[in-house]
Structure formats: structure tokens, C-alpha cells
């Protein structure tokens, strides 16, 4: 039986999460697949933000602070730490963007194993994550231990048993890669750099929201990630960090900033970190942010990740069906795992006119994202992606290659 348009349609009717659409802005005339660079805007962030602005910011003014803006960092991380790490409340906090989050915790990791020489990643790691490390290494005269590239799947336990020993300071991957969308086997490496001695950092950017994160049972020491992805906080929207309770005395953080500090509004001399959690916070937290990310991690968490998993990989695996029985024989490859469990909510379709193809498709109203040198990346946020726009954006590929 050949697939038409009317499968998708069944398997929409079909889908338990499909009322979600509702509580987001969604123009209809548009088949977005970008969900993973940018969440689409829950109406209830609308109401929340038109409020905070005009009534808190407007009328309240500096009392705010006092009435819940200063506790907004630690309720927020409580509350994706609750609904999509597996972090119990008191080890994830809302403050800087992920690339600032992601230095202070690998800063801070450094300096808890002083001696250690080197630091373990990726090449195909997400360019921030890479950066920052290469900085870090070059400020503290550091080796990092490359993993090789693995383009279109990740990094194994058996890669990084061979790269780790008594040297090793910081073991730090992408949990789910940007690109391949690969899924790493956390606990497994966790166990691995801990026999070394070594400390773990992930970066959680494109698993929150998607698939389910264990950071307590898992044993991750520390973690980063960004919220305007699968969380829907919207553009620059606030990252999270983590750190697991029993590290939490010891760490420092490099950025020492007023609100960081112990009994901040005492005004004192001498830096003291805050208690736990807060020693991770430098300076004013990005309030209208916060608010963003609230409405949006609150709409994932009546959801649940179970079910958003789920339909996660039901959406990659219909993609992937379309993919062999459509796609294939126009030239266009799977850069993603074929294993629905090894791979989050996207997919990397890989073609070499990779690029001209995701700007003509963008003509039409299908919106992927071209990751170079040769991907269309799809990413499929469950809440807001209904089979049909699969198939229709599938279908606009399917055009392009048999008549352009
Ligand atoms: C999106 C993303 C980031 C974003 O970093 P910003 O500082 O928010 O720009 C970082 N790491 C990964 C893995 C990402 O996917």
C-alpha cells in the first residue's frame, strides 16, 4: 500500500497530545521544522508577559524584587529540574545564557580537580560548548582530547574509555547532538569518568523537553541547557545550570557577582557564595526571561515527557518511513541514528545540494534548518507538530528534487 497524506492524517487523529497545538500561536499556513532551534510561542506567555509588564514592572516597580522576581531563578530551575531532568528541587537555577552557564560550570569543574591536565569532548560538539573550552584550556594551559567526529551519530562509551585516565579532568558532551540528534548513553559515561576521577558536564540544549533526562539516578554531576528550544521560553530566553547537591560546597563558580554572594543586600565586603544553588547566580536575573520560560516549561510539564517522547519518536519514525519509501531514491540519505531510541526529536537529512534545497523549501513555507556541509535538519517538537506537516514538508522535498 502506498502511503498518502490520509496516513498522516490518521495518525493525527489519533494523537493523545494533539489539543496541545491549541495553547500555542500556530499559523496554519506554515509547516514549521524548526521547533528545535526556536520553540513556537505559548499563548499563555502572551497574558503572562502583557501583565508582568504593565502591571508588575509598571505599577509595582522595585517592590517586585521582593514580591517573587528574586525567587524566580530557583522556582523556575525547581520546576525544569521536576518536569524534564529527573533533578531533585535545589540543583538547577535560571540565570545567564547557556554559553556563559556552560563556562562558569566547566570553570568551575577545573578547579575542583586541580593537577588534572586535560579535558574530553567532541569535534562535532555544538560550537559554544567547543569554544568555551578551548578558551578555558588556553587560559589554564589545558589539553583537550578530541573525540573524533562521528557526524551522523555520536559519541560511544567506547570512545571516550579510550580517551579517559588519571589526567582527565572533565569528561563534557552534548546529551542529544545538535546535528545528528544522536542520543549519548549518559549513565554509562557518567560511571566511566567517575572510575577515572574525572567530573561530567552536559549539555542538556537539545534533550530537555524531548526526551527524558535522569540527571539524579543517571549520577551527571553537572549540566547546562538552553530553554528556548523544546521548553518554548522564547529568543535569548535564560539557560539553566545544574549541580548535583553533593558537589555543591565545594564548587566555584568564576563569575563572583553581588547576587551570588551570601546575604546579598548587606552590601558587604569580601565575596562569601550564596548557600547551594545561589552561589551559581552572578548578577540581576533576567526577570521578563524567567517569566518566558515559566509559561513554557509549565505547558511541557502538563504534557509530560512521556508522552512527549513518545510521540517524539513517532514523528522521526513516520519522517524516516517517508524517507525510505519517497526520499532515498532521489538522493537524499539519513544522517541521524536509524534507532528511534538512539536518536531525540530530529532528524538530519543529508543531501549535497543540502543548502539550496532548505532555501528553496523556505520559499515555500517549510521551515527546516541547513546545518553544513550537507544536512536538512528536522526537528520535530512534539507539542506543536502534527504528522500532516511531516508529510507536507517531506512532500515539498519530494518536489523540489523531481522537478528543480
Ligand atoms: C542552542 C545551543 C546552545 C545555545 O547557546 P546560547 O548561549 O544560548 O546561544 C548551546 N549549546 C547547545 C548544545 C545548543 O544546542
Redesign the pocket.
Known sequence: MEIDRAVAEGLDAQDPLAPFRTRFAIDDRLVYLDGN?LGRLPLATVARVGGLVSGEWGRRLIRGWDEGWLALPRAVGDRIGASVLGAAAGQVVVAD??????YKLAAAALCLRPGRTEIVTDVD??P??RFVLEGLAAARGLTIVWVPSRRHGGVSEGDIEELIGPQTALVTL?HT??RSGFIADMAAINTLAHDVGALTLW????SAGSVPVELDAWGADLA???T??YLCGGP?AP?YMYARAELQPALRQPIWGWLGRQDPFAMEQGYVPGPGIDALVSGTPPVLGLACVEEGVRVVQDAGIDAIRAKGTALTSFLVLLLDERLAALGVGLGSPRDPLRRGSQVALTHPRAQELCAALVERGVIPDFRAPDVIRVGLSPLTTRFVDVWDGAEALRDLLLYS
Do not use: E, W
Request: charged share 10%; aromatic share 16%; with cysteine.
Open positions: 532551534s545564557s547557556t554559553t556563559v552557564c556552560f560538539n555544538f559554544t560548548d552534548s547532538t545538535y549539555d542538556l540544549s537539545h547546562v541547557g538552553c528556548y528550544k535569548g539557560a
